[in-house]
């Protein structure tokens, strides 16, 4: 090659490449993963610095994502483009996509890892699939009207725990034969449900009122309602096998409820519509995404202050990064 052709490719090629690498986060980055469901896209942000790495489109509304039991990919759950796409939890960059997958607003596995569940909120039925590690195996289709929603589980694997928003219920599907076991009235538009740490009691997030009602799922029986605030949504343990997080999307702030005493301790007030969270490894810091206001807020635990506001795209829904807190 001649030197004067050489000298005008190395002048082009290295600029770009420059560009390339600031525009593709480090696997080494603790990369901030967040859903603008609205934009229909992933936005990669930089946990110390706050800034916007990429972001690129995925399928339509994608709302919640979680990590493999593995921890080697983190599937976000696009519900209208019907697929899953798996991003490295790292460096949030695709790995690959599975296609097919009827509307999954939520997605959960079993604490055993050998089943997976996804609801479609807006085709009304619930999908109990097998797995092998790797691949997923549909085998029961449940009609579920209406809207379910969110997803808990028994620690011993035997029950999944399902939301009826559109018919303010929760239901209980045995996950070997995926026969409805009961369906409990509770209060309206029922959204979040996590199982507290001792295995006895599932809580639900009343987003149609304002508070967690408290339901024994062995007997099927409301125990207990605690007052949290207006649109009480979705949770986030801390870690620590006692407290837990739950948002409320219409008051604009975050409850500590105490999962042994089944008591509200504490109260984060954040603008802007609070919704999903996630919680460094060191149990100090919180994100959360703010539904209406199309931004991220970093709260300080300790202090309960919001230090930070973050611009992302319409809509911001699920948000993981992969140096997080235990999750009960």
């Known amino acids: 090659m001649f030197p004067s052709l050489r000298r ?3 002048s082009v090629l ?15 980055a603790n990369v901030v993963v967040v859903l603008n469901s609205r934009d229909a896209t992933v936005q990669l942000l930089d946990q110390a610095s706050y800034k916007s790495l990429q972001t690129f489109p995925v399928g339509k509304e994608p709302h919640h994502l979680m990590a493999t039991p593995d921890n080697k990919s983190l599937i976000v759950a696009s519900s209208v483009g019907n697929e899953l796409v798996f991003l490295d939890p790292k460096s949030g960059q695709v790995q690959r996509r599975i296609k097919d997958i009827v509307d999954p607003y939520q ?54 725990f399902i939301t009826r928003q559109g ?59 605690i007052k949290a605030g207006a649109g009480t949504h979705n949770f986030r343990a ?22 042994k005493t089944l008591e509200n301790v504490g ?19 919180m994100w959360v995404t703010l539904r209406w206001i199309k ?19 319409r809509s911001p829904h699920g948000v993981f990064f992969a140096n997080s807190s235990p999750r009960m």
């Open 107 to 160: 997605i959960g596995f079993s604490p055993d890892q050998k089943y997976f569940v996804a609801t479609a909120l807006r085709l009304d039925h619930v999908d109990l699939y097998t797995y092998n590690g790797r691949d997923f195996t549909l085998f029961k289709r449940i009609p579920m009207a209406k809207l379910p929603s969110h997803i808990a589980f028994d620690a011993k694997s035997t029950t999944a």
């Open 238 to 259: 801390q870690g620590d096998n006692r407290y837990t997080y739950v948002s409320n999307r219409v008051s604009n702030s975050i409850n500590i409820i105490d999962q």
């Open 14 to 28: 290295i600029p770009a490449c420059l560009l390339l690498s600031a525009q593709v986060p480090s696997a080494h």
């Open 267 to 285: 109260q984060i007030n954040v603008p802007g519509g609070p919704d999903c969270m996630e919680i460094t490894e060191d149990g100090k810091t």
């Open 167 to 225: 018919s303010d219920e929760v239901s209980a599907i045995d996950l070997k034969t995926g026969a409805i076991k009961w369906t409990v009235p509770v209060g309206k538009l029922p959204a979040g449900i996590t199982m507290t740490p001792d295995d006895k009691y599932l809580l639900v997030g009343i987003m149609g009122s304002d508070y967690v009602e408290v339901i024994d799922w062995r007997t099927a029986k409301t125990v207990k309602r």
């Open 8 to 10: 005008a490719l190395r």
């Open 295 to 313: 931004k991220v807020a970093v709260i300080d635990l300790p202090t309960r202050k919001v230090v930070k506001m973050i611009p992302v795209g």
